[in-house]
């Protein structure tokens, strides 16, 4: 992923903020959110091409991180997770730390695992999921070495 394509931020104008926030502190401001901790995700749009960065609760399972593509339950999957799925090469920043990674969805063995981690950080994930017939997806970001 190139370092020099401008980056566009989530058209919400509270993550663009809590973006703005963790970008310009380094991640001072920004990687606890509500209590949680957050990352970045910057994806390359799988139709525009363009770089997109969103913020995400996540959460660590060995070197890996762990992230839902909850959507708050919505019937349609976020847009960040259709590009990492058509373009799995991301960067990813967790607090002031930046780094390229691998991302894919977890098969439905780590799903069952990894799912109890993610709803005992954020429990609102368990009802997310009643609000969707869709399969919410966990997402593994593993870094490149």
Known sequence: MS???TIHD?????VASHIH?????DGEKG????????????T???KS???????????????????VASRGGHPHHPSWYLNLSENPTVNVQVGADQFEAQARTATPEEKARLWPLMASIWPDYNNYQTKTDREIPIVILTPNN
């Open 10 to 14: 989530s058209p919400s104008n509270w």
């Open 31 to 42: 990687h606890l959110w509500r209590g949680v901790p957050t990352l970045l995700l910057t």
């Open 49 to 67: 091409g363009l770089l997109r960065r969103t913020a995400l609760i996540y959460g660590q399972d060995g070197e890996n991180y762990i992230v």
């Open 21 to 25: 926030d963790y970008v310009e502190s």
């Open 44 to 46: 390359r749009g799988r």
């Open 3 to 5: 370092t020099h394509d």
